[in-house]
């Protein structure tokens, strides 16, 4: 393959991971404020606005991100293990 080809490629690779991992982010933002929404309502307090959630969420995310690192690294090694047999 061609040079140009090639760092074409690397380049659409990296944009793929970009976005799934802007993915997996919203849609843990998501789920984050279902469940401060439920646990504020049964509080009787107001609803946590996107932005506050987005606050709250910022300060859990890294743990959350390496938990989801760990078990995509299960799921390939499962998968290349089947993969040998």
């Known amino acids: 393959m061609k040079k140009d080809v090639v760092d074409k490629l690397r380049v659409k690779r990296k944009k ?3 976005l ?3 993915m997996k982010w919203n849609e843990y933002v998501k ?3 279902e469940k401060l929404n439920k646990k504020r309502k049964r509080e009787k307090l107001d609803p946590l606005s996107y932005r506050e959630c987005l606050k709250v969420c910022s300060e859990t995310w890294p743990a ?6 760990k078990k995509q690294k ?3 090694k499962k ?3 089947a993969d040998a047999h």
């Open 16 to 18: 793929n991971i970009w």
């Open 20 to 22: 799934s991992e802007k």
């Open 31 to 33: 789920q984050q404020r």
């Open 64 to 69: 959350e991100k390496e938990r989801l690192a």
């Open 74 to 76: 299960r799921v390939d």
């Open 79 to 81: 998968k290349l293990k």
